[in-house]
C-alpha cells in the first residue's frame, strides 16, 4: 500500500506536479500535422465519465500533483466540460486547472469556464493569416478564435497562451507578425517544433524546421531567455523589454528536453502514459469506479512511475505507439 506521504516521482528523481489528462479522443478540426482527414472513429466512445476522473484527479493530487491541464482530442466537444472544470477545481490540492482548446467554442463558453475555476488557457493558433488557418485546420474560423482570445485576455485568468506549430510553409514570412501581436497582449505565443507521429512520417519529412531557426531570428531581434518555473511547461520563452508578452520555443529534438520532465499523462480510457512517445502504459480505468479504490489507485501509480524512461527517442525516429496527437492531447 501506498505510504500516506507518497509522492509522484521517477527512477531518475524526477518529480511529478503536472497532470494532462485527456478527456476525449474527437476533434472538430483536421489540422494538416495532426488529423488530416479528420477524426476517425476507432472504437467505443467510452471515455471516462466526470465521476471517474474526479477520482483520478484526487489520487493524483494525493501523490503531489499541483496542476491539471485538460486536453483532447479537443476537449471543447464534451458538454459536460463546465462541469469537469468545477469538480476538478474544488478536489484539495489543486491549484491550477487549464485547459487546451482549438478555440472553436471559446467565445461562447469562456466566461462561464473561468466562472467553474479555470485559470490557465492555452488557445492553438497556427497562423495569424486567415487563408492559412483555413489551410491548415480545414475551418475558416479565425476571427472566432481570436474573438474569444479577446475576451479570454479580459477575464482573470492567470495566463492565456496561444500554441503554434512550427511548419516549414510557415517560414516565407519571419515572426514579426506574432510579436506585433503580442506587443500589447499580455499573451506568451510558444512555437512548438513539429514532432513525427506514426501517422505523419511524409508530412514531418515535408515540415519539420528545427527550433534554432526560431531562437537565432529571436535573440537577432533583441529578445533574452528566461529561468522555467517549477509546474511550467516544457517551453523556453523569451521576453523583450517593448512587449507585453512572451515568445516561447518548445524543442522536443533539443538537447536536454527531457531532464525536466514534470509532467504525466492520462488518456481518455484511463490509461497513465508513461511518455508521450513510449510504448503503451498502465491501465488505471478498473480502479476508477469506488471511491475505495484510492490508495491502491496511488500504489499503481507509484509503481508504474518506476518504469518512466529517462527520454524519448524521437531522435531515432521511433515516436513509440503514437498514430497522432489527438490521442493524448500532445
Not at 57 to 84: M, N
Not at 85 to 102: C, D, F, M, W, Y
Not at 217 to 246: C, I, Q, S, V
Amino acid at each position: 500500500m501506498t505510504h500516506p506521504g507518497a509522492v509522484a516521482t521517477d527512477a531518475f528523481g524526477r518529480r511529478f506536479s503536472y497532470l494532462r489528462l485527456s478527456v476525449t479522443e474527437v476533434c472538430n478540426f483536421r489540422c494538416t500535422y495532426c488529423l488530416p482527414d479528420g477524426y476517425r472513429k476507432t472504437g467505443s466512445m467510452d471515455f471516462l465519465a466526470a465521476d471517474e476522473i474526479e477520482r483520478l484527479v484526487r489520487a493524483f493530487t494525493g501523490l503531489g500533483i499541483r496542476k491539471v491541464r485538460l486536453t483532447g482530442g479537443e476537449p471543447t466537444v464534451r458538454k459536460d466540460l463546465t462541469q469537469l472544470i468545477a469538480r476538478i477545481s474544488a478536489t484539495p490540492g489543486v491549484e491550477k486547472v487549464a485547459l487546451t482548446t482549438n478555440g472553436w467554442n471559446l467565445p461562447r463558453h469562456i466566461d462561464e469556464w473561468v466562472g467553474a475555476g479555470l485559470t490557465n488557457l492555452n488557445v492553438s493558433i497556427d497562423s495569424l493569416d486567415r487563408e492559412a488557418f483555413h489551410r491548415i485546420t480545414g475551418h475558416d474560423r479565425l476571427a472566432d478564435v481570436l474573438a474569444g482570445l479577446e475576451r479570454a485576455l479580459s477575464l482573470p485568468l492567470k495566463t492565456v497562451k496561444v500554441n503554434a506549430v512550427l511548419l516549414r510553409d510557415g517560414l516565407e514570412e519571419d515572426f514579426s507578425s506574432w510579436t506585433e501581436f503580442v506587443r500589447e497582449r499580455p499573451v506568451s505565443v510558444r512555437f512548438i517544433e513539429l514532432m513525427r507521429t506514426g501517422d505523419n512520417k511524409m508530412f514531418f519529412e515535408a515540415q519539420h524546421v528545427s527550433g534554432r531557426i526560431l531562437r537565432q531570428w529571436l535573440e537577432d531581434n533583441g529578445w533574452t531567455a528566461k529561468a522555467r518555473g517549477e509546474d511550467d511547461g516544457p517551453a523556453t520563452e523569451f521576453t523583450h523589454p517593448g512587449y507585453a508578452g512572451r515568445i516561447g520555443l518548445i524543442a522536443p529534438y533539443g538537447p536536454g528536453f527531457c531532464d525536466g520532465c514534470n509532467r504525466l499523462r492520462v488518456t481518455a480510457r484511463g490509461q497513465l502514459r508513461l511518455c508521450l512517445f513510449g510504448q503503451g502504459g498502465r491501465d488505471l480505468r478498473d480502479l476508477l469506479g469506488s471511491d475505495d479504490s484510492t490508495q491502491v489507485l496511488k500504489s499503481r501509480i507509484v509503481e508504474a512511475l518506476t518504469f518512466k524512461p529517462a527520454a524519448h527517442n524521437l531522435h531515432t525516429a521511433n515516436p513509440g505507439d503514437i498514430r497522432n496527437l489527438a490521442q493524448t492531447g500532445g
